[in-house]
């Protein structure tokens, strides 16, 4: 979602990006489609697009892919794409991507490999490289992060593992104490 509230961005497996002008609430659902709801529509991936983040501070969206890539996008260009993370795969496959909410200069992406990677958007060079230990990324856990440390501060053990994944998404509340957490075991579950 943008900041504004009015624009939505989603990713699917047929590798594109789309942008959508969120109608009006009074809209009947069941009146005929209107064409102006797709705002655009890009190519830039050549594999299933697993996760897209917004930035509102700087409008920058990013996308991660089965494709090995991250990408930086700026919605409001012709040619939207600015950078390419990842481009050889040397992390592995990236399954989310996310702006530091401190630091709007800098972004993660965590990697089927159990990396996790801060990125800086200005150079497109590594800020920052978690190694992960193996085929730690479906243990089923949450784990917090010192990053001036580099250590592991906090483990959660959340959900339990079905069709060898564990973990599908983590979301934390602008604002408040709050984590979110999605499994493939089909629960959703909220952290304080």
Not at 141 to 162: F, G, M, P, Y
Request: proline residues 4%.
């Amino acid at each position: 979602m943008t900041s504004s509230g009015e624009q939505c961005f989603s990713g699917g497996i047929d590798s594109t990006i789309q942008w959508w002008n969120l109608p009006s609430s009074n809209v009947d659902p069941y009146d005929s489609y209107d064409a102006s709801v797709l705002a655009g529509s890009w190519r830039g991936h050549s594999d299933a697009v697993w996760g897209l983040a917004y930035s509102g501070i700087k409008n920058r969206l990013l996308s991660c892919s089965a494709d090995g890539t991250v990408k930086l996008w700026n919605p409001a260009e012709q040619n939207p794409c600015i950078s390419t993370f990842n481009a050889h795969s040397e992390h592995g496959v990236p399954t989310a991507v996310d702006f530091n909410g401190c630091d709007p200069a800098h972004m993660v992406a965590s990697f089927n490999t159990g990396d996790v990677v801060v990125y800086d958007l200005e150079t497109s060079q590594n800020a920052l490289v978690l190694k992960g230990q193996g085929d730690g990324s479906h243990d089923c856990s949450l784990r917090l992060w010192n990053l001036d440390s580099k250590t592991c501060v906090q483990e959660i053990t959340a959900h339990r593992k079905k069709s060898e994944e564990a973990i599908y998404d983590v979301a934390f509340h602008p604002s408040k104490a709050y984590i979110a957490s999605a499994g493939a075991d089909a629960l959703a579950r909220v952290y304080v």
